[in-house]
């Protein structure tokens, strides 16, 4: 999270903060997302294929292109897990547990084996350990693979269009998550689509358009002072002092204060109550809560694979707190989220008993208000300081069009893979439907006045592709899938679009809409 670690040093009064009932995301109403996993939700596609638009007639398809944030993963590294055990730990030294607590803590211990051993003995998996891959990850992947195959099938069906021989372009930001995505995803399109397997040319690194919220003054340096890349660069640097609550403006500052008075919220500290109350007896929730109990990720532990092959021993860093019960709780709810992309690699741990339904939508809505001010739409005001170092990859996607519509065809698919960090900054950037509207700087972002909901914006393996088409004159055409679903670009840039109701837009029109 962004701003949490911020917040939890700010001392801030309470405030009362709109949370909507438990129902449906991503509309325009005041619903709480239906699942209540926010970015951690597991990807399904959201249009049948059978149900696309095709090409307007004389028209037809000769380019994809896509970006998508890597397939669902473990945990990052060991910190929830470990604070949470320690946390229950020291109730079940005071004799403080509940029948139901008594077995959160072996569950703990199971999902921090898995994450410990995660990717061990699975092909195209480096190091094992925390952050990788799971198997439904590497599925999402490839299942993406194949249904770009099926909707493309004139694409994919030889190395060469009209004589010209062609290739499949695939690049990622070098982070192993995304490196690992791409391999699996690459495999599959040939499998799916083996005419262009030959095409397929070895994966490059980019970290201007797909790692650029890490950029580095010293390690990115460019040359050219005039160049997107350098444009980037400058705005990679303003967004980390805006993330780190540095900037001159005082615009992270006020972000952090915002998701501190949302984790102080009354409401919040209730539901966080009620999640624990479940677990551990009153006496010990009110010495947490009283500060007289505190813990961190401080431990060492050490899991050997079933083969003895693999050995892994890792330490805590100590900087992950729990240091009340909104914090217990919000802990409880990451390894919630974090369970079912790991079903197959936990036995299908449910999670859902020590995170009921009921509380699930309360702490969604945390890690969404810090993914909107940290990552989204933020503020009006902030003058995109959360979106502006997404250029370069809007600017190769045109790039990419303007090629075909030059007349050159020696690429028929670029495919890119990254992370939330940049899906979340590049669709707001985009001005996508429910993604991208900012809140007023005087208002704070809650369920019941922006559309914007982490689980329908930035589902592991979120994805928007860009579907090309041209007819004999030269004119050039593009239809947007987000997440698989035809959507439409902006409303101010309906004078491109080709035909009324239609879902494609003339290149040269979107161009000049997006200022490039």
């Known amino acids: 999270m962004t701003f949490a670690a911020a917040a939890l040093r700010r001392a801030v009064p309470l405030v009362a903060l709109v949370l909507a009932a438990c129902g449906g995301g991503g509309g325009g109403d005041a619903a709480a997302p ?32 896509l970006v998508a944030r890597h397939g669902s993963r473990g945990l990052s590294s060991l910190k929830y897990d470990d604070a949470v055990l320690n946390l229950w730990s020291r109730a079940q030294a005071d004799g403080a547990l509940t029948p139901l607590g008594q077995r959160l803590g072996p569950d703990v211990e199971k999902i921090m084996r898995a994450n410990f051993l995660l990717g061990w003995g699975v092909a195209g998996i480096g190091t094992p350990g925390y952050g990788n891959l799971t198997q439904v990850g590497m599925t999402e992947h490839r299942q993406l693979a194949e249904r770009l195959a099926r909707r493309n099938p004139e694409l994919f069906s030889g190395q060469t269009f009209q004589g010209v021989p062609r290739r499949v372009e695939v690049l990622h930001s070098g982070q192993d998550r995304a490196v690992d995505s791409s391999q699996f995803f690459a495999a599959s399109l040939a499998g799916a689509a083996p005419a262009v397997a030959g095409a397929i040319a070895p994966a490059v690194v980019n970290r201007y358009q797909l790692y650029p919220h890490k950029l580095s003054a010293s390690g990115d340096a460019v040359a050219d002072a005039t160049s997107v890349n350098a444009a980037v660069l400058a705005a990679s640097l303003d967004y980390q002092s805006y993330a780190s609550s540095k900037d001159a403006a005082g615009f ?265």
Not at 406 to 412: M, S
Not at 487 to 503: H, I, K, M, Q
């Open 34 to 65: 239906s699942g209540a996993y926010a970015t951690k939700t597991a990807y399904q596609p959201r249009q049948a294929l059978a149900s696309y638009e095709a090409p307007p007639t004389g028209f037809a398809k000769v380019y994809a292109e």
């Open 252 to 516: 992270g500052a006020e972000a952090a204060a915002k998701v501190a008075a949302a984790r102080a919220a009354p409401q919040v500290r209730s539901h966080a109550r009620a999640v624990l109350e479940r677990l551990f007896t009153s006496t010990f929730i009110d010495k947490l809560d009283a500060g007289a109990y505190s813990f961190s990720n401080n431990g060492t532990h050490t899991y050997s694979s079933a083969d003895g092959r693999f050995t892994n021993t890792l330490t805590g860093d100590g900087k992950t707190k729990i240091q009340g019960i909104v914090d217990a709780a919000a802990l409880i709810y990451e390894l919630y989220i974090i369970a079912p992309g790991m079903a197959q690699e936990t036995g299908s741990l449910d999670f859902g008993a020590y995170m009921p339904a009921e509380y699930a939508p309360t702490f969604a809505y945390l890690q969404d208000i810090d993914d909107f001010y940290g990552k989204g739409p933020s503020a009006t005001e902030y003058g995109g300081v959360t979106t502006r170092f997404t250029q370069a990859l809007l600017k190769d996607f045109f790039d990419e069009v303007g090629l075909i519509a030059q007349g050159r065809l020696e690429r028929v698919a670029r495919l890119r893979f990254t992370h939330a960090e940049v899906m979340i900054p590049f669709v707001a950037r985009m001005g996508l439907r429910n993604a991208s509207t900012p809140m007023p700087r005087a208002q704070t972002y809650t369920y019941g006045n922006n559309p914007w909901r982490g689980e329908d914006v930035s589902p592991m393996a979120t994805n928007v592709q860009w579907d090309v088409v041209r007819d004999s004159r030269g004119t050039v055409l593009v239809k947007m899938l987000f997440n698989e679903q035809e959507v439409d670009f902006p409303a101010a840039c309906d004078a491109a679009r080709y035909a009324t109701g239609s879902r494609y837009y003339e290149y040269t029109g979107l161009k000049r809409c997006y200022g490039l």
